[in-house]
């Protein structure tokens, strides 16, 4: 199993994360025409059942930089929302188009500078398992 650091933070969407948390869920914002793009490629293709997610918001939107706000076990495959209207109806304002469903273990802000520093610029990027055992570690969970 693998370990993702998924940012968490669409332009417009300040509250995402808490709407992520609720619903179950990570998503990506990327638009229809981005299929070929690497972070498309990886959450669609590379992420799989079982894997772990830190959700990490960036500084620009917490005012903190490598800020992990989650930790969580992928539990669904890659989907795209095809209801236009739900996302609207559970309090989120744009489409939640690339998504994965997730059990999230932990909703705890950690700075981890010297773990997310190398990632913070990509929107979805898997982790070394030394930084991965170090997050699970920091998130009170035994690696194994």
Known sequence: MAMWKITVAPIGQPDAWDVFLRLGLIAIGYPDHADDQSPVRE?????????????????????????????????????????????????????????????????????????????????????LPEVEWEILLRYGISPG
């Open 43 to 127: 959450f669609k293709d590379d992420i799989e059942v079982g894997d772990w997610v830190v959700a990490h918001l960036p500084a620009s939107r917490s005012g903190q930089p490598h800020l992990a706000v989650g930790l969580g076990r992928v539990r669904g495959p890659y989907q795209e929302e095809t209801d236009p209207e739900r996302p609207k109806r559970e309090g989120w304002q744009r489409r939640i188009r690339r998504q994965r469903s997730v059990e999230w273990l932990s909703s705890e802000h950690i700075r981890m500078p010297e773990l997310l520093r190398g990632y913070a610029r990509h929107t979805v990027a898997s982790l």
